[in-house]
């Protein structure tokens, strides 16, 4: 194995291309491909979809709907709940030839806290990923919209775990970079963003949502600008590393939120039409890189051609 590209909270990564949350299911991906994709594993780390503490079914269908140029979904979170994911979908993450994240989301600090506990002692964790898009049901805010809460959450869940904790940014917000200072703040190791933004379809021909949910989240092509602009925002205003993703198609796209401030980059919505497209925006950037014609900061430079 070459030696490790950079270091993201303590975390050798070999090259800077991670997946987002919720768009690769490696171990679907295993079935389908068998061990070729652990000799070929598109991403540095792997995040895991989000998981509760409880089961979840998910969100009524349809939860999909194509936009000119990105998608709108309403999956609402499907999931084994953490006994589940322990039990049954851990080990298998854990043959995968990279360091994992696992992704967490809970409505009060109280399910945090036990995600947190249950997650924060497996050794074959890496770090974890708060997803805080989600309402608290006690103060009835969305915590990723507020630094406040943001701030309090982290305060609690700091003390439990010696795990890097990354949170994962929303878009929904007016100051993004208020909350990621609040999460700073508060003991993260990272931040990522973006997750996707709040958006309605209307089924054709009627004056009904489309999705069963009503509404959804923005990913895709479409939120690329938001992405850029939100990541130069943050990276300026925090001095933990920033994961940019939103809209990743090629390697010049993430070479763009590297040079706004991005330590690393997530694929998300692109890897649903192509498997692959992690392996290949990493190939697209080590290409720039290596012509020296894109504005990735030098030190990418180098890392990427020591590899
Ligand atoms: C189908 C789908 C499911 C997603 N599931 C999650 C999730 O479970 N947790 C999370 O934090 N983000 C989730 N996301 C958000 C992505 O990780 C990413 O932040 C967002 O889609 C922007 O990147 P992209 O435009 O490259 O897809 C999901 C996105 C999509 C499209």
């Known amino acids: 194995m070459s030696a490790p590209g950079l270091e993201l909270c303590g975390i050798g990564l070999a ?7 919720g768009t690769f299911d490696a171990i679907a991906a295993r079935r389908a491909f068998g061990d070729e994709l652990l000799e070929r594993f598109p991403f540095s780390a792997f ?36 006994e589940g994911f322990l039990a049954s979908d851990l080990p298998q993450l854990a043959e995968l030839p990279v ?16 995600l947190i506990s249950g997650v924060g002692s497996r050794d074959e964790v890496d770090a974890i990923e708060l997803n805080v898009s989600c309402p608290n049901v006690k103060s009835g805010l969305i915590v990723g ?31 993004p970079e208020a909350v990621a200072k609040a999460a700073e703040e508060g003991g993260a190791d990272a931040v990522s963003l973006i997750n996707t933004l709040k958006a309605t379809a209307i089924a054709p021909g009627g004056s009904e949502p489309w999705l069963g949910a009503g509404s959804g989240g923005l990913s895709g092509p479409a939120v690329r600008p938001v992405a850029l602009d939100q990541v130069r925002r943050v990276a300026a205003a925090i001095r933990i590393p920033a994961i940019g993703m939103g809209g990743i198609e090629t390697g010049a796209h993430a070479a763009d939120l590297l040079a706004v401030g ?38 990418f430079n180098l890392d990427l051609r020591s590899n």
């Open 15 to 21: 090259h800077p291309v991670l997946n987002g949350s």
């Open 47 to 82: 995040v895991s979809k989000t998981i509760t503490p409880q089961p979840r079914a998910g969100n009524p269908p349809p939860r999909l709907y194509e936009t000119p140029s990105g998608m709108i979904n309403s999956i609402g979170l499907p999931n084994k709940g953490l």
């Open 99 to 114: 360091p994992l994240i696992v992704s967490v989301m809970g409505t009060s600090r109280e399910e945090f806290t036990e």
């Open 145 to 175: 919209e507020e630094p406040a809460e943001t701030f309090g959450l982290l305060g609690e869940l700091r003390p439990l775990t010696e795990k890097p904790l990354i949170v994962k940014l929303t878009p929904n917000t007016a100051a």
């Open 262 to 299: 991005a330590a690393a980059v997530a694929v998300g919505t692109a890897s649903f039409r192509d498997p692959a497209a992690g392996e290949r925006v990493r190939r697209e950037l080590e290409g720039l890189a290596q012509a020296n014609t894109s504005s990735i900061p030098v030190a």
